[in-house]
């Protein structure tokens, strides 16, 4: 197979969107990223690659919604040129910029969710030792 990346096509994503990244360190060098998508829509039909994840406080002002599905089947490797980190306003009226990180139990429901949406079914998740 060889695919042509330019351009998008029907279905693929083109908007905004929450995400969750996947790779444990940003390369610098190579500038690229792998992330798997977040939704504030619900979806019709819940398959093995969703996941609900409640958020506290919510995700950004621009997302307030404290609700948020995971897509397990959307990942992308991605520059990190297209990305920015949500932001909130302090008292003063500054933008900060909190780094958010989720807890080792979520992150390994959120890992399951994305090999079941490669294909690759996992039928629990992995104990931690």
């Known amino acids: 197979m060889i695919c042509d990346f330019s351009g998008l096509l029907f279905h693929e994503m083109e908007k905004t969107r929450p995400v969750i990244v996947l790779s444990p360190k940003i390369s610098s060098r190579a500038k690229l990223t ?10 019709s ?15 950004s002002p621009k997302f307030p919604s404290s609700t948020m599905w995971l897509k397990g ?13 949500p932001h909130i ?8 910029y909190p780094i ?3 807890d080792r139990d979520l992150m390994l429901k959120v890992e399951r969710c994305v090999l079941n949406g490669i294909g690759l079914k996992v039928d629990r998740v992995p104990e931690i030792l």
């Open 34 to 43: 792998t992330v798997v998508c977040l939704s504030t829509t619900e979806p």
């Open 45 to 59: 039909i819940k398959e093995d690659y969703h996941l609900e994840i409640t958020f506290d406080p919510p995700y």
């Open 73 to 85: 089947d959307m990942i992308y490797s991605l520059n990190i040129d297209r990305m920015t980190r």
């Open 100 to 102: 958010r990180k989720i």
């Open 89 to 96: 306003k302090d008292e003063a009226g500054k933008r900060t």
